[in-house]
């Protein structure tokens, strides 16, 4: 378990099945884990490997900081006193895992054709390196991958292990990881390693594509070039094992569309729309995207196999309406579509505002959002797609120690106001305040929405209800803040101060707290501030059934605001920065003021309507 501050990170680990089996669920994942404090590792390859099942395990672990976990590859070797069929080993890699202290595996998705396993897990930064070294140590045991063939590139055993930044962990912690790992794995095993992504050491080994390419049965003839030597390990061909990849990257994610074709059909539309296209002369259309084309035998279909290098730059949704258009170019069916792993969340809200917008409908809440991307994109096509097991955000919040105090029952949180401690204080009641006020404008716009005596408003409410709807979230989410920012302050207090250097580091501390102090509160009161326009237009038009709701969201938000300025004002006195200081100040007072006329305004604007 974790508490919030803590840090996160991916990890994915690929490993090699028996092909042409499909593996039954294994007994040894538990199916109910919290995910553990510290890193969010997940097994994934750099190419979506396919199944239809994915059992995910949850559990506790004490954890910290930053990493992913690698992918690999697993056949099993049949020799004594290792078990011999394929479940038996893909849940010897899932026990490896998540024995490991401070681990906790939250996914694992196996394929068939690709003949590889996907392992998610989290855990610390040590606590994930030392999970993923234990999964290479029995994949060394039960692989030979001279015995291995499958749809999905590869070149080892553990072909592929990325640490990607999840929450609170920079690119640089995860580079750490890689580079650790590899180290280890290389001289724990006696295999060799590359360095890929933003833990590569040379440009050219940048991009995972370049490193594997010619794959496992090309790694005799590569590692004896001095340009391919490998960063750890010996430059030496290792039958059983071949090759690992490790790095540190922004967050893939494998996505794969199905289509009721040939390979070679997938293949050919992949080709259109990857970044590397044909080759140098004829590049694709897509930017950050890798692909090829496969053909997924226990489904009987092809699927243009995907990988999101950055889904910021190329969305999901680009992929997938990309893809259609080709196929119907081609007069070929595209039949849903695979997440393999788990995928953020921001993924699936940026895909379900584009299709809201482009169907123009209206839809506020989070959970529909994920239910019709979900259907659009065809998610559940081959298996069940359950959002709660499959979004990293609602995993990571599954394990909360503590939700904090938008989790508390109402009469908790006040209890904790009214407690003898100086958090949560007057920054937390203020947040909540205009928490309060924006849902009162969301609920106004509502009640003015969707009935008939109201259609005219109609247009209107749809504009003006999802400003408040979207504040309200946020807000909410300055409760915690704002108590979470004057603890950190506390804590730099705490810092010892018996040297010259304890000192200035203390003192440097307190400022960064006392900042952060500051800055909470006055984005409180610069996001209220945006709603003005919003909560005015509202006044005009609005269900006058709900006069007096408006009129008490104007008050709140005008709270809020006065709650937040009082809060800035008494934490800036103790700033030494003093522009910082001057700024701040007239900032604030100009969001109060402004407050103060925009509540008035929508008090004389709902007095002058008459039912």
């Known amino acids: 378990m974790y508490p919030q501050e803590h840090q996160f990170v991916v990890a994915l680990c690929d490993i090699q099945q028996q092909q042409g089996v499909s593996p039954p669920p294994w007994p040894g994942v538990p199916q109910t884990l919290w995910v553990g404090v510290g890193c969010l590792c997940r097994a994934a390859s750099p190419m979506g490997s396919s199944s239809t099942s994915s059992p995910v ?104 292990c990325p640490f990607v930044p999840v929450r609170n962990v920079s ?151 990309e893809i259609c258009q080709d196929a119907q170019e081609l007069n070929l069916p595209v039949v849903g579509s695979q997440l393999v792993g788990l995928v953020p969340k921001k ?45 990293i955000e609602y995993l990571v919040e599954a394990g909360e120690v503590d939700g904090g105090l938008v989790a508390k029952p109402l009469g908790a949180f006040v209890r904790a106001v009214g407690a003898r401690s100086a958090a949560p204080g007057g920054g937390s009641v203020s947040a909540a305040a205009g928490a309060l006020g924006a ?57 010892p101060k018996n040297s010259p250097e304890e000192r200035e580091r203390r003192r440097v501390a307190m400022q960064q707290g006392l900042k952060r102090a500051v800055g909470v509160p006055y984005g409180l009161a610069e996001r209220v501030s945006r709603l003005w326009p919003a909560l005015k237009e509202l006044a005009r038009h609005c269900n006058l059934a709900c006069k007096s709701d408006i009129q008490v969201a104007a008050k709140m938000l005008e709270a809020a605001v006065f709650g937040a300025y009082f809060n800035v004002t008494i934490n800036l006195r103790d700033i030494a920065d003093d522009e910082f200081k001057r700024v701040m100040s007239q900032k604030v007072s100009g969001l109060l003021e402004e407050a103060k006329q925009g509540s008035a305004v929508v008090l004389a604007l709902l007095d002058k309507r008459v039912a």
């Open 439 to 495: 849902a009162l404008g969301s609920m106004v716009g509502l009640m003015s929405y969707g009935k008939r005596q109201f259609e005219d408003l109609d247009p209107i409410m749809r504009k003006l209800i999802p400003p408040f709807h979207q504040a309200m979230e946020e807000l909410v989410a300055m409760v915690d803040a704002d108590s979470r920012a004057f603890s950190s302050y506390m804590e730099a207090m705490k810092l």
């Open 171 to 321: 690119m640089e912690d995860c580079v750490t990881c890689a580079h650790i790992f590899g180290q280890r794995l290389a001289a724990e095993l006696g295999v060799p390693v590359y360095l890929y992504g933003a833990a590569a050491r040379d440009e050219s080994r940048k991009a995972l594509p370049s490193i594997r390419a010619g794959e496992y049965e090309a790694l005799p003839e590569k590692l004896a070039k001095p340009e391919w030597a490998p960063d750890f390990g010996p430059p030496t061909f290792v039958p059983r094992w071949g090759a690992t990849v490790t790095g540190a990257r922004t967050f893939l994610i494998a996505y794969n569309i199905n289509l009721l074709c040939t390979k070679e059909l997938a293949h050919r539309i992949a080709l259109n729309i990857r970044e590397q296209g044909r080759g140098p002369d004829q590049p694709g259309r897509l930017k950050k995207v890798q692909g090829i084309g496969w053909y997924l035998e226990e489904e009987n279909m092809a699927q243009v196999s995907t990988n999101l290098l950055d889904f910021e730059t190329t969305p999901l949704h680009t992929v997938y309406e």
């Open 347 to 391: 993924a699936m809200l940026d895909a379900a505002e584009f299709y809201i917008k482009k169907e123009k409908l209206f839809i506020l809440e989070e959970e529909q959002k994920i239910r019709l991307v979900v259907n659009r994109l065809g998610l559940d096509s081959l298996s069940p797609f359950h959002p709660k097991e499959r979004i």
């Open 57 to 160: 395990g949850r559990g506790r672990a004490e954890m910290s900081p930053l990493l992913k976990s690698h992918g690999c590859y697993a056949v099993p070797a049949i020799s004594a006193p290792f078990p011999s069929t394929v479940w038996q080993v893909i849940d010897a890699v899932a026990q490896a895992i998540s024995r490991t202290p401070g681990c906790v595996l939250l996914d694992v998705d196996a394929g068939a054709s690709t003949n590889r396993t996907v392992y998610t897990f989290v855990g610390s930064p040590e606590a994930v390196v030392e999970g993923a070294l234990s999964a290479a140590r029995v994949a060394g045991q039960l692989i030979d991958m001279s015995q291995h063939s499958g749809e999905h590139p590869r070149m080892g055993a553990l072909d592929v």
